[in-house]
């Protein structure tokens, strides 16, 4: 499964990167709005910190709106992926923007039709959000499994991109269920790696190495 990081954060970026963490980035209007920038100045660095994928959202409703900022973000590296709103403008867009060799993340996808109709239209990545799924006590697993199973029966390319991780079981859920891609936030993808029994672990091991009275270097 890869990895894109959720955030506008080019620090945490660059942290994560250090790490061999990120294999693309995605962004949306409340993660620039956060970031306190200037929407062409972070993606267009942001490209260049990476040669993954970097999702820019388009915030026009209609169409013709979606094509041209669509147009406009790409010109920010030669990794963007359009974001495009599951609606019917934005399908139309998503046929439109894939068909000129863009790639398109259609986001906001709460439903297993939804997600069909995105991988008709072409889609590169179907956006399904988890967190908000489970906000409402319905299953955002449930919904990366569904679509899962559709995509294999017909084999459409459309990459699942399961967003909205609110938490670490989040992750290796959707890893167990084969999604191609989750997208966390910075902090969720470094809880990841803690257990308390490693870190008891760790302190056993030290408090004997320091009665051994030894040194390796
Ligand atoms: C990513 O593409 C989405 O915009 C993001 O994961 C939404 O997450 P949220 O529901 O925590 O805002």
């Known amino acids: 499964m890869k990895f894109f990081v959720d955030t506008a954060d080019t620090d945490a970026i660059a942290e ?6 990120v294999d693309g980035v995605t962004t949306n209007p409340s993660l620039i709005h956060k970031s306190g920038r200037d929407i062409k100045e972070v993606i267009a660095q942001i490209a260049k910190m990476t040669d993954g994928p970097v ?9 013709e709106g979606m094509i041209a900022e669509g147009h ?15 609606t019917w403008a934005g ?34 990545f179907i956006s ?6 489970d906000d409402l006590n319905l299953d ?12 294999d029966n017909y084999g459409f390319e459309t990459q699942i991109l399961a967003a909205s991780i609110r938490s670490a079981n989040h992750m290796s859920d959707a ?3 084969g999604a191609d891609v989750a997208t966390a936030p910075p902090d969720v ?5 803690l257990h308390p029994l490693t870190d008891k672990g760790l302190d056993a091991f030290l408090k004997d190495w320091a009665a051994t009275g030894q040194s390796i270097l």
């Open 16 to 21: 994560l990167i250090e790490l061999g963490m």
């Open 55 to 63: 999702s820019a959202e388009t915030v026009a409703t209609d169409y």
């Open 72 to 86: 406009e973000v790409a010109k920010l590296g030669d990794n963007i992926a359009i974001k495009v709103p599951l």
């Open 91 to 124: 399908l139309r867009a998503c046929k439109t923007l894939t068909s000129e060799g863009h790639m398109v993340n259609v986001t906001l996808c709460f439903s297993a039709n939804q997600a069909l109709l995105a991988a008709k239209a072409g889609a590169t």
């Open 128 to 133: 399904p959000f988890i967190g908000r799924l």
């Open 140 to 151: 955002g697993m449930d919904l990366i499994a569904d679509i899962r199973e559709i995509y």
């Open 175 to 177: 890893a167990k269920i």
């Open 189 to 193: 993808i470094k809880k990841m790696a």
